[in-house]
DNA sequence: TGAATGATTTACT
DNA sequence: GTAAATCATTCAA
C-alpha cells in the first residue's frame, strides 16, 4: 500500500493557487500493532479518529509545537492504518511554495520532509479528514518510480523492534528525500510482509 | 489540574 | 554534532 502511493501525485487547490508534487518517500503505520503509531495499543482518541475511518482521506496532526505531517487513511473503517507522506518533488505551485517556505536557496529544501511539505503545501490541521478522491485536496496517477527502496522508518528509535521494520519506501533515484538512505543495498524483500 | 513527550526543523557551537 | 523552539495530546494524580 505504502510502497503504490510513491509516484502518485499530491495536488492541493487552495486561494487560487494550485501546488502539486510527486510522492517520493512514504512511510507506512500500521495500526495496533505497530508501536509508532498513533494508533498503538487500539486507543481511538479525538486526534486519530480519522484513522479508524474509511480509506482515502486525510490524517493530518500538529507535533513538537510547530510542524504538521500528513497521512493517507489506507485501511478499512476500524482498522487504523495509515501512510505517512514525507517527502515529494515540486511539480507545480512551486513559486508558491517557496514564499510559503521562507525563500530557500535550493529548491531541494521545499519539499524533503514531513512538516517541510505541509509548510510548502499550505496543509494544516484543519485539512484532516478531507477526501483525498476530490478536489481541493486529492490524489492523482503518475509515474512509478523505477527504482524503489525499503528501508527502516525515521525517527521512531523508541518503537523498540517495530523500528527495525522496513516500512519505509522511497524512490532511490529522487535526491527529495528527507534522509538519504541507509544503505546502497539492493536486496529487497524477504522481510516482513506486513502492508 | 498539572507534567511529560513527540511520525521535526532550524540554528548555533 | 548538539540543543532549543513550542504546543496539542496524553498520562498521572
Given at each position: 500500500m505504502a510502497e503504490a502511493c510513491l509516484g502518485k501525485h499530491l495536488v492541493f487547490e487552495d486561494a487560487g493557487q494550485v501546488v502539486a508534487g510527486r510522492i517520493v518517500e512514504a512511510e507506512a503505520y500500521l495500526g495496533p500493532?505497530?508501536?509508532?503509531?498513533?494508533?498503538f495499543g487500539g486507543r481511538r482518541t479525538d486526534r486519530n479518529e480519522v484513522m479508524y475511518g474509511p480509506p482515502g482521506h486525510a490524517y493530518v496532526f500538529f507535533i513538537y509545537g510547530m510542524h504538521f505531517h500528513m497521512n493517507l487513511v489506507t485501511d478499512a473503517p476500524g482498522f487504523p492504518s495509515a501512510v505517512l507522506i514525507r517527502a515529494v518533488e515540486p511539480l507545480l505551485g512551486e513559486e508558491v511554495m517557496r514564499s510559503r517556505r521562507g525563500?530557500?536557496?535550493?529548491?531541494?529544501?521545499?519539499?524533503?520532509g514531513p512538516g517541510k511539505l505541509c509548510q510548502a503545501f499550505g496543509?494544516?490541521?484543519?485539512?484532516?479528514?478531507?477526501?483525498?478522491?476530490?478536489?481541493?485536496l486529492y490524489l492523482a496517477d503518475g509515474p512509478a518510480p523505477q527504482k524503489i527502496r525499503r528501508v527502516p522508518r525515521i525517527?521512531?528509535?523508541?518503537?523498540?523492534?517495530?523500528?527495525?521494520?522496513?516500512l519505509r519506501f522511497v524512490?532511490?533515484?529522487?535526491?527529495?528525500?528527507?534522509v538519504p538512505p541507509p544503505?546502497?543495498?539492493?536486496k529487497r524483500g524477504a522481510v516482513a510482509s506486513v502492508e
Open positions: 500493532e505497530d508501536r509508532a503509531a498513533h494508533s525563500n530557500p536557496k535550493k529548491r531541494v529544501l521545499l519539499t524533503n496543509i494544516h490541521r484543519d485539512h484532516g479528514g478531507y477526501d483525498l478522491c476530490q478536489p481541493p525517527g521512531v528509535d523508541y518503537a523498540g523492534g517495530w523500528a527495525k521494520r522496513l524512490d532511490a533515484e529522487s535526491s527529495f528525500l528527507s544503505k546502497p543495498t539492493r
